[in-house]
């Protein structure tokens, strides 16, 4: 519905009282509208209520509205810091629908974000409304995705399962793996016969696949490989006793494999 002024009917006075009961002056409250005169504001003006701009430009289609930023520059050549327009597109004829203000040197958008683009590796992005990014699991690894990595090189990894660690360990005494020994070797230099113990899944839980490496460096004493709780874990080799395999002869060296849930292959110079 158009808003219309009604200029019909008289004016109305409000009556200011004087000194005395006999004099006093009659203020105008209204009169006639003139509809062709222009109405500005000439002095400090108060909302009293919350007032939305945004809302407010948008909507009046015809207040400082213009297709793009050369029309806009060629209807206000001389701009004041202050003066607000809206804006449909940008100078390559994108939509961008923005408020935008001049704020004594250069016109400034109610954002400085005009769109987002998904690069290499990413999917999603836009120009309007709540934009997403995701991962492109066809292109980056996540932390998620069951994926394949072909022709990558990986500088210091760190494997979990089975974990696989580089380190050296001398040992002179029998010894009971642990977690953080995966891919490390052990030596043995004793007077007597000592052991190296696979502990029970219970006791730590190596993952499948993990590899336990021990030498006979030096020393009298035979060492040999066996579960720390036979009956729990099984020990399985070509050695002459095939639970407990011994290392050959001085600088022999093996590997204990575990295949599956407490089971373990010894392989290597075993007697």
Sequence with gaps: MAITFD??????????????????????????????AAYEFTGANSFTNTVLFDDAVTATSGWNNFLNPAARD????????????????????????????????????SGDVFGVTASTGLTGGGTSGTVTLSIDTTITADLTTAQTLTNKTLTSPVLTTPKITSAYSAKTDNYTFATGDEGKIFSMNAATAKE???????????????????????????PSIVAATPGTTTVISTGATSASPLLRVANSMATAVKIAANSWIVTGDIA
């Design 196 to 222: 190296f113990r696979i502990p029970t899944d219970a006791t730590f839980n190596f993952g499948i696949g993990t590899e336990l490496n021990v030498f006979w460096i030096t020393g009298a004493g035979q």
């Design 7 to 36: 200029s019909s009917g008289r004016p109305a006075y409000m009556f200011k009282g004087g000194a005395t009961s006999s004099d006093g002056v009659w203020y105008p409250v209204g009169a006639k509208i003139d509809t062709t």
């Design 74 to 109: 060629a209807a206000l050549a001389t701009p004041v810091r202050g003066t607000i327009v809206f804006v449909r597109q940008d100078s390559g004829g994108a939509a961008l629908n923005q408020i935008q203000y001049y704020d004594g040197s250069a016109w400034t958008g």
